[in-house]
């Protein structure tokens, strides 16, 4: 059973292009968190989703920042019009229910130009 | 708003000590909290999880105690090694849904 997959690992943006971030859950996991961290930072709730649905976003962004998971495919973060200050490690976890642990994966490493 | 702190200053113990972190929680009765463990470059991995009703749980050379009235979280490494080496990692749930908040974490180095 393989872990939770995140691609890419690292990712190098420009200032104002886009960025996607990938994350395939558990198998059998239908609720998928993003956090971000900054270097030296803790970790940062961003959005919970279900599938096809949004449950929380409180912590993610008003702008640039959107969040999807499909029916069918994984997880998607995606940061329109990238600055620098969007330079972090974005961790995608999942979990079988609403409660308990959390799995996360490796992280997406991004940096902005 | 809700706070969850650790000591953000690094734990140096010698091998063979036990380690000793603290968190600590404001404005919130979380029902459980979960600890973390996160290598340099990794994503964090989860150790043991406590309810409030629990004052203790073990799980191999790890302890944790929760003491909900002085909103505080201990978390033992018993027999230190230097593989212990870590950033430790304190969550608890914000609401339903588990939408977990961490944290700022402790670094351990253990010394051989």
């Known amino acids: 059973n393989a872990g939770v997959m995140q691609n890419p690992r690292h990712l190098v943006r420009r200032r104002g292009q886009e960025a996607r971030l990938r994350c395939s859950p558990m198998?059998?996991?239908?609720?998928v968190y993003w956090y971000r961290q900054l270097p030296e930072e803790g970790l940062k709730f961003m959005v919970y989703?279900?599938?096809?649905?949004?449950?929380?976003e409180s912590g993610m962004p008003k702008e640039r920042f959107s969040a999807e998971f499909p029916k069918e495919g994984p997880s998607i973060l995606r940061i329109q019009q990238v600055v620098r200050g969007d330079s972090a490690a974005y961790f995608c976890?999942?979990?079988?229910?609403?409660?308990?642990?959390?799995?996360f994966g490796e992280g997406s490493r991004l940096t902005v130009l | 708003s809700q706070k969850i702190e650790q000591n953000s200053e690094a734990l140096n113990i010698q091998e063979g000590k036990t380690a000793t972190l603290t968190c600590n929680y404001t404005?919130?009765?979380?029902?459980?909290l979960q600890w973390y463990r996160q290598d340099p470059g990794r994503g964090p991995v989860f150790l043991l999880l406590?309810?409030?009703?629990?004052k203790e749980k073990r799980k191999e050379r790890l302890k944790v105690t929760f003491d909900t009235t002085l909103k505080q979280s201990l978390f033992h490494i018993t027999a230190s090694q230097p593989a212990d080496s870590a950033t430790y990692l304190c969550?608890?749930?914000?609401?339903?849904?588990?939408?977990?908040?961490f944290g700022g974490g402790t670094r351990v180095l253990v010394k051989p």
């Open positions: 989703l279900q599938k096809e649905n949004i449950i929380d």
């Open positions: 976890a999942s979990s079988p229910e609403e409660d308990g642990e959390l799995f």
């Open positions: 198998k059998g996991h239908s609720h």
């Open positions: 969550a608890h749930p914000r609401a339903a849904g588990n939408k977990l908040t």
């Open positions: 404005n919130y009765s979380p029902a459980y």
């Open positions: 406590i309810r409030e009703n629990e």
